[in-house]
């Protein structure tokens, strides 16, 4: 299947990415290893988001049921992705600034997307009726895209301890293993909303066929 072998590539550039971190090149400072990881989670866990508020700005516009799921999915996804970008990020912390949590503005900035996000799943598993808690759901979501822009101008907006993106020096070895690891989270992430929906498809097509049977049995 197509997605089997986007898997396989994306292992195959982990790999790669891998070997070039920890054996090939040796970035100046020793902390940066932990760029290979933080950076391209949190980048996917933007794009995430984005795609569910794009899928439910869609669901508003077209009121059809795939993009509420979509919407769903990929903020499951982003949660996962923004879970691991908070855990790396606080273990990069504590290498560069001798704590794992100090309030930074991006942390704090991080954190209020991530439970932002977990109020919508939460407000949408309280409201009963698909349709209701579609509409509902797609309004937060919408809404709750604008900690996204709050979080990429913390750094400019209050004094954090993060660089800007612009400060951070790296060698082009660094850059190239930076990218490959981004483009294998990329591929990963890719890969699990195909699959995941894939399933919920899967799952509501028995669904409705066992709904059509009972039916017709009555």
């Given at each position: 299947?197509?997605?089997?072998?986007?898997?396989?590539?994306?292992?195959?550039?982990?790999?790669?990415?891998?070997?070039?971190?920890?054996v090939?090149?040796?970035?100046?400072?020793?902390?940066?290893?932990?760029?290979?990881?933080?950076?391209?989670?949190?980048?996917?866990?933007?794009?995430?988001?984005f795609?569910?508020?794009?899928?439910?700005?869609?669901?508003?516009?077209?009121?059809?049921?795939?993009?509420?799921?979509a919407?769903?999915?990929?903020?499951?996804?982003?949660?996962?992705?923004?879970?691991?970008?908070?855990?790396?990020?606080?273990?990069?912390?504590?290498?560069?600034?001798?704590?794992?949590?100090?309030?930074?503005?991006?942390?704090?900035?991080?954190?209020?997307?991530?439970?932002?996000?977990?109020?919508?799943?939460?407000?949408?598993?309280?409201?009963g009726?698909?349709?209701?808690?579609?509409?509902?759901?797609?309004?937060?979501?919408?809404?709750?895209?604008s900690?996204?822009?709050?979080t990429?101008?913390?750094?400019?907006?209050?004094?954090?301890?993060?660089?800007?993106a612009?400060?951070v020096?790296?060698?082009?070895?660094v850059?190239q293993?930076?990218?490959?690891?981004?483009?294998?989270?990329?591929l990963?992430?890719?890969?699990?909303?195909?699959?995941?929906?894939?399933?919920?498809?899967?799952?509501?097509?028995?669904?409705?066929?066992?709904y059509?049977?009972?039916?017709?049995?009555?």
């Amino acid at each position: 299947m197509k997605r089997d072998i986007l898997l396989c590539v994306a292992v195959a550039l982990s790999v790669v990415a891998s070997y070039m971190a920890y054996v090939a090149v040796q970035p100046v400072r020793e902390d940066l290893y932990f760029s290979y990881t933080h950076v391209p989670v949190a980048l996917i866990c933007f794009l995430a988001f984005f795609v569910s508020l794009v899928a439910s700005v869609m669901y508003l516009w077209k009121r059809k049921r795939e993009y509420d799921r979509a919407a769903e999915v990929s903020t499951i996804l982003g949660l996962v992705y923004g879970a691991v970008a908070l855990i790396s990020g606080a273990i990069w912390a504590n290498a560069s600034w001798g704590a794992y949590w100090n309030w930074d503005p991006k942390q704090a900035t991080m954190l209020i997307l991530w439970i932002a996000y977990m109020g919508y799943l939460s407000l949408k598993l309280s409201i009963g009726g698909h349709e209701k808690r579609a509409l509902v759901g797609a309004v937060y979501n919408i809404l709750a895209f604008s900690t996204i822009p709050l979080t990429f101008l913390s750094v400019t907006l209050w004094g954090s301890l993060h660089p800007k993106a612009s400060e951070v020096s790296m060698s082009l070895p660094v850059k190239q293993t930076l990218s490959l690891n981004l483009i294998a989270a990329l591929l990963f992430f890719v890969y699990l909303l195909i699959t995941a929906f894939a399933v919920w498809s899967l799952e509501d097509r028995v669904n409705r066929l066992t709904y059509e049977k009972g039916g017709g049995g009555d």
